[in-house]
């Protein structure tokens, strides 16, 4: 099956620093999410983004699907940014995504 | 709209017992998805429904089931509890269409169960 693998496994930056989390996966896929989970735990939807590119605030991603990579910007980072940010893939006529192990993110004030 | 529940939010068993947790869906979705977080092994897939049928399964034991209604809500259930099953259990519901539509996946907070 589809693999998923995520870097730098963990992060420390300074509050209003610019950061780049990484998603490879091993396969096509059809659809792809990141996520951020908060500290209780629950899974924040961030983008849907199988392909191309979308900016929400201080986050902007990008799927370069047919090199099989996506990439989240975080930009003038914020104490409230940390947490465990998560890619996940699901490959097309399935329904099951596949996570990643995660990006954790500290940013100190 | 309202979100994803999941109820309960904490539960602590012990080992042999049994548990049954429950998903509400956003309204509209006809499709519920469980997952397994647990510190050593990450989120992992456990099944996923749509239309009360289980489309998809996750290498899990026999003792992980679940079931959806017709309503969509969906519960699952773990049986003869061990001390592995303590996770954080995840429920994602998601406005599906055909097998190649988007499938975007909304999560609750999650049921946070405790074996001892």
């Known amino acids: 099956g589809i693999q998923v693998e995520q870097s730098p496994p963990d992060l420390i930056l300074q509050e209003g620093a610019n950061s780049t989390l990484r998603c490879n996966f091993s396969d096509s896929v059809n659809n792809l999410q990141w996520f951020h989970q908060n500290p209780w735990g629950q899974l924040i939807n961030l983008f849907y983004?199988?392909?191309g590119t979308k900016q929400n605030g201080r986050l902007s991603a990008t799927t370069v699907a047919t090199e099989r990579y996506s990439l989240l910007y975080i930009s003038s980072s914020q104490t409230t940014d940390s947490g465990v940010y998560f890619c996940?893939?699901?490959?097309?006529?399935?329904?099951?995504?596949?996570f990643g192990t995660g990006t954790r993110l500290k940013v100190l004030a | 709209k309202a979100g994803v529940t999941q109820t309960p939010r904490y539960l602590i068993k012990t080992r042999g017992q049994q548990v049954t947790l429950s998903c509400s869906p956003i309204s509209g979705h006809r499709s519920v998805s469980w997952y397994q977080q647990t510190p050593g092994q990450g989120l992992q897939f456990l099944f996923e429904y749509f239309s009360e049928t289980q489309r998809n399964k996750g290498n899990f034991p026999g003792r992980f089931s679940g079931r959806q209604f017709s309503n969509s809500r969906s519960e699952m259930n773990v049986s003869t509890l061990e001390l592995g099953d303590s996770a954080l259990y995840l429920c994602?519901?998601?406005?599906?269409?055909?097998?190649?539509?988007?499938?975007?996946?909304?999560f609750g907070a999650g049921s946070r169960l405790t074996v001892l």
């Open positions: 983004i199988p392909s």
């Open positions: 994602a519901s998601s406005h599906r269409g055909g097998p190649l539509g988007a499938n975007v996946l909304t």
């Open positions: 996940a893939a699901c490959t097309s006529g399935t329904y099951k995504y596949i």
